[in-house]
Nanobody, 125 residues
Framework: QVQLVESGGGLVQAGGSLRLSCAAS????????MGWFRQAPGKEREFVAA???????????NYADSVKGRFAISRDNAKNTVTLQMNSLKPEDTAVYYC???????????????WGQGTQVTVSS
């Protein structure tokens, strides 16, 4: 069982930055791939970024086309955390952002076994 708690959301102006963090419980965090998804009002939840699991480097990451070059995902297995650095934010990035853990690795929700409660990100124009 893995419990995930997101933090770092908030209100930011367009062009600004936010850093989301996800704290995970459990001793097997390093074995899980971790992902970020988001859901905007009236829309389905969508993939944002993911980073592979396992012990040792290198880890590899995938990004949605809409965030490539602006967002960066990273993980710290010693602290059981995964971070999403979001730069050059746009109003269309406004959404609830969810952290998720997967025993596999993928870009769709079906790969993910555990989910956090989400954190709101609002980007004003």
């Amino acid at each position: 069982q893995v419990q995930l708690v997101e933090s770092g959301g908030g209100l930011v102006q367009a062009g600004g930055s936010l850093r989301l963090s996800c704290a995970a419980s459990g001793r097997t965090f390093s074995s899980y791939a971790m992902g970020w998804f988001r859901q905007a009002p009236g829309k389905e939840r969508e993939f944002v970024a993911a980073i592979s699991g396992g012990v040792g480097n290198p880890y590899y990451a995938n990004y949605a086309d809409s965030v490539k070059g602006r967002f960066a995902i990273s993980r710290d297995n010693a602290k059981n955390t995964v971070t999403l650095q979001m730069n050059s934010l746009k109003p269309e990035d406004t959404a609830v952002y969810y952290c998720a853990a997967s025993r596999g690795f993928g870009m769709t929700e079906s790969f993910y076994d555990y989910w956090g409660q989400g954190t709101q990100v609002t980007v004003s124009s």
